[in-house]
C-alpha cells in the first residue's frame, strides 16, 4: 500500500505554545496540514494549509523543516515548524470548506487555541500525539527556533476576505 504524505507546520509562539485548530465535527483538535495540490513542494503544502485552515500567511522561507514522520497505516506527515508572534487564536479564519452529511457546507476547522505542550495529549488524536511528543522533542525544535530565527509577524487573512487566490506564494 503506497502512503500518502500530509504536509503540516508547527506554529510556535515565543512563550512555546503551539498553535491548534479545531477540526470541525470531531473531538480532536490539530495543526494546520493537509495533502498537496500536485504541484507543491512540501514547504508551500504546509504554507497553503495554514492559510487555508487558520487564515495565518507564511512564507515558504519562514519555515524550518523538521522532517518525515509515521503518522497512519496509510499516511506520513511531513512537519515544518515557524515561531509567530503571539496573536490572538480566535482571530484565525479557516476558508477551507467541505459538505456534511446533510449536505451543509462547513469550514474544515471551526475553532482555534495555542495550547501548552503538556496539554496535546487532551486536545489531539492519538495519532497525531505520538509524533508530537514521542517522536519529536516539541521543547527542543521551540527552542532552537528561539535561538536561530526572529519572530514572525502574524498576518491573518481578514475575516470573510481575500481566498487564497489573492495569497502570492513564493517559487
Same mark, same amino acid.
Not at 514572525?152 to 481575500?162: Q, T
Given at each position: 500500500? @503506497?502512503?500518502?504524505?500530509?504536509?503540516? +507546520?508547527?506554529?510556535?509562539?515565543?512563550?512555546?505554545? !503551539?498553535? $491548534?485548530?479545531? %477540526?470541525?465535527?470531531?473531538?480532536?483538535?490539530?495543526?494546520?496540514?493537509?495533502?498537496?495540490?500536485?504541484? @507543491?513542494q512540501g514547504a508551500q503544502?504546509? +504554507?497553503?494549509?495554514?492559510?487555508?485552515?487558520?487564515? !495565518?500567511? $507564511?512564507?515558504? %522561507?519562514?519555515?524550518?523543516?523538521?522532517?518525515?514522520?509515521?503518522y497512519r497505516r496509510d499516511k506520513e506527515l511531513r512537519l515544518f515548524a515557524a515561531l509567530v508572534r503571539h496573536f490572538e487564536a480566535k482571530s484565525c479564519v479557516c476558508s477551507s470548506f467541505y459538505m456534511d452529511r446533510r449536505g451543509r457546507r462547513r469550514p474544515e476547522m471551526d475553532g482555534f487555541r495555542w495550547s501548552a505542550f503538556e496539554q496535546l495529549p487532551r486536545f489531539c488524536a492519538p495519532s497525531l500525539v505520538t509524533v508530537l511528543t514521542q517522536e519529536l522533542s516539541l521543547a527542543g525544535i521551540h527552542g532552537q527556533l528561539l535561538y536561530e530565527v526572529r519572530p514572525?509577524?502574524?498576518?491573518?487573512?481578514?475575516?470573510?476576505?481575500?481566498g487564497i487566490d489573492h495569497f502570492e506564494r513564493s517559487p
Open positions: 500500500m @503506497e502512503k500518502s504524505t500530509s504536509c503540516g +507546520v508547527l506554529v510556535f509562539d515565543a512563550a512555546g505554545q !503551539l498553535l $491548534l485548530c479545531h %477540526a470541525t465535527d470531531s473531538r480532536y483538535w490539530d495543526i494546520p496540514k493537509g495533502a498537496s495540490d500536485g504541484q @507543491e503544502t504546509a +504554507v497553503r494549509e495554514a492559510f487555508e485552515e487558520c487564515g !495565518l500567511r $507564511l512564507l515558504p %522561507a519562514q519555515l524550518r523543516e523538521i522532517g518525515l514522520f509515521p514572525i509577524d502574524a498576518v491573518l487573512a481578514p475575516r470573510g476576505g481575500l
